[in-house]
């Protein structure tokens, strides 16, 4: 496979605004919401003066005679009555549509509580939809958006390494639907643009999961470093790749001591999307692992391949700078990506030695398996030289942000106003990022006997925060700073939930777009 495989391959269904079924449709898609009162009927979002009220009222009475409730994330199908010219109608739940029980205390506002609950039930309709090529929604009458990112996520689907059934080519018996009609009352200019933002946010999440989705065996740091480059120029961005041979005589020490153990070199990779003139400036950096065996450290063998997600946090600010250029936000974005594969060999850093980070700071590498914030270090010093006004880093760093907040909630470290902002902002993105502190006492636990720093604690406790603690010595007081740990929320080792499946979820790429325009809205 070739880098050009990534860079013009297809991802996801078509969407247009309609203003009515189209015949040639196999399916509507409605919503079924719960009552707000004890022994009310559920509530049909049916898409007033899109459906006549005949064919709504028939609808109604089929869902009513085979149970449906409503509750968030139901399917239920039931025949089309004649006067609708699809073969089926599939209601999807929606929980209740007041949205102030799915608030926490005021953590996530009611409106961007609302929108999630949306995109997932969205989400969970677009797999559901499996056999129907061409489907309409009156979901649409909700919100354009959510429904949007919530039906191209849900119907995602990597198979590249999947060999054909048949002679069409076809990989699967049931494809999910290449094409969603969504219905509203007018085509408006506003409709219009909310339906290609939404787009383009959902592709660039569906270009981070094919990123952690390709297995290392394509997905090396030379490879990596292709296929984004590849993707840069095809978006605009000016590109630029620095080799391994580069990488050592410069400096990056941190970069080649985790890729020294690999027989597949490391690589950096930095993408510039100029913005407008005079705009603020965002430095994203994030962990490129393309698979961690932990090196000497050695991990143990089970779910290992699970490794293959350890560049979910460059396959996001990848995904995210490429979108700020589709977008043409003013911001200035510039993402900075340290690759490499960490492996055992006769080559590989071992534990107790020494390596010079780029920028002069010498650490005393105690476990090779905490090579993230070694590779990140270095990226950041370099991003920081481009004296940006705002800097996120996203890696997917520490099994202790699982232990912290589990497998959907990415910890947000970093300088309180901005760590604060980014949290916010992922929240109200439905990414639920969650701010956690720095504590000042971890640094002295990072103390070496032979180096400027060592790179764990001797413990493991507030292992997420240490990680930060490290990360922290490398930004310069009065730089805004936000660190996001996706080492959960990157990746879905569980069952289908929402619009996630199983593998990359692209997370935090919705939380860096959503960073990205804030700054440009209002510095």
Same mark, same amino acid.
């Given at each position: =496979? ?15 605004? +309609? ?62 009555? !004649? ?16 949205? $102030? ?5 005021? *953590? ?14 969205? &989400? ?24 949007? *990112? ?72 030379? *490879? ?21 041979? /580069? ?28 913005? /407008? ?9 994030? /962990?490129?692992? @393309? ?6 450290? !050695? /991990?143990?063998?089970?779910?290992? $391949? ?11 600010? !990848? ?10 936000? $003013? ?9 490499? *594969? ?32 070694? !590779? ?22 520490? &099994?202790?942000? =699982? ?20 949290? @916010? ?37 507030? %292992? ?13 007081? %009065? ?8 080492? &959960? ?30 700054? +440009?809205?209002?510095?």
């Amino acid at each position: =496979m070739s880098h050009s495989d990534t860079a013009d391959r297809v991802r996801g269904p078509e969407f247009d605004l +309609a203003t009515s079924l189209a015949r040639a449709d196999s399916a509507l898609l409605i919503g079924l919401a719960l009552p707000a009162d004890d022994g009310d009927a559920p509530v049909l979002i049916i898409g007033d003066g899109i459906v006549d009220d005949a064919a709504a009222e028939a609808v109604e009475r089929g869902l009513t005679a085979v149970g449906a409730t409503g509750k968030h994330g139901e399917i239920t199908r039931v025949p089309a009555p !004649i006067g609708l010219d699809v073969d089926v109608v599939v209601a999807v739940g929606l929980g209740a549509l007041d949205a $102030d029980d799915e608030a926490d205390a005021g *953590e996530t506002d009611a409106a961007s509580a609302a929108a999630e609950s949306l995109r997932q039930a969205a &989400g969970i309709a677009a797999r559901e939809l499996a056999g129907h090529a061409t489907v309409s929604t009156t979901l649409s009458a909700l919100a354009i958006g959510p429904v949007v *990112e919530g039906l191209f996520l849900g119907a995602y689907r990597f198979e590249l390494f999947r060999s054909a059934d048949d002679a069409k080519g076809t990989k699967t018996d049931s494809p999910v639907p290449t094409k969603f009609h969504l219905l509203v009352t007018a085509k408006n200019a506003e409709a219009k643009n909310e339906l290609a933002h939404a787009v383009t946010v959902a592709d660039s999440v569906a270009i981070a999961r094919d990123f952690v989705n390709t297995p290392p065996s394509h997905l090396y740091p030379e *490879e990596f470093a292709k296929r984004a480059a590849a993707l840069g120029k095809k978006y605009g961005l000016t590109v630029e790749i620095l080799d391994d041979a /580069k990488l050592e005589r410069e400096g990056y020490g941190g970069i080649i001591g985790v890729g020294k153990g690999s027989s597949r070199k490391p690589r950096l990779v930095r993408l510039t999307h100029t913005g /407008k003139k005079g705009a603020a400036s965002l430095a994203l950096v994030g /962990k490129g692992i @393309t698979f961690d065996t932990g090196g000497i450290s !050695i /991990k143990p063998a089970a779910n290992m $391949d699970h490794m293959t997600s350890d560049m979910g946090g460059a396959a996001a600010v !990848i995904a995210a700078v490429i979108a700020a250029s589709r977008l043409a936000v $003013d911001t200035a974005v510039t993402a900075t990506v340290p690759m490499a *594969e960490n492996m055992p060999s006769g080559t590989a850093q071992r534990p107790g030695d020494v390596l010079t980070q780029y920028g002069g700071k010498t650490i005393e590498v105690l476990n090779t398996d905490a090579e993230g914030r070694l !590779i990140l270090a270095d990226a950041i010093v370099r991003a920081l030289q481009d004296d940006p006004d705002y800097l996120i880093d996203t890696a997917t760093l520490t &099994g202790a942000q =699982m232990v912290a907040l589990g497998t959907r909630t990415p910890g947000v470290m970093g300088t309180r106003a901005f760590r604060d902002r980014v949290a @916010t902002l992922s929240r109200e993105a439905g990414e639920n990022g969650w701010a956690m502190p720095i504590p000042p006492e971890l640094r002295a636990d990072l103390a070496s006997r032979v180096a400027d720093m060592a790179n764990v604690t001797p413990h493991r406790f507030g %292992g997420m925060l240490a990680a930060a603690t490290y990360l922290k010595e490398f930004v310069p007081a %009065g730089q805004a700073w936000a660190h996001i740990d996706i080492a &959960g929320p990157a990746f879905n080792s569980g069952g289908t939930w929402g619009y996630n499946p199983k593998g990359g979820t692209g997370v935090p790429v919705r939380t860096l777009i959503a960073v990205i325009e804030d700054i +440009a809205e209002n510095g």
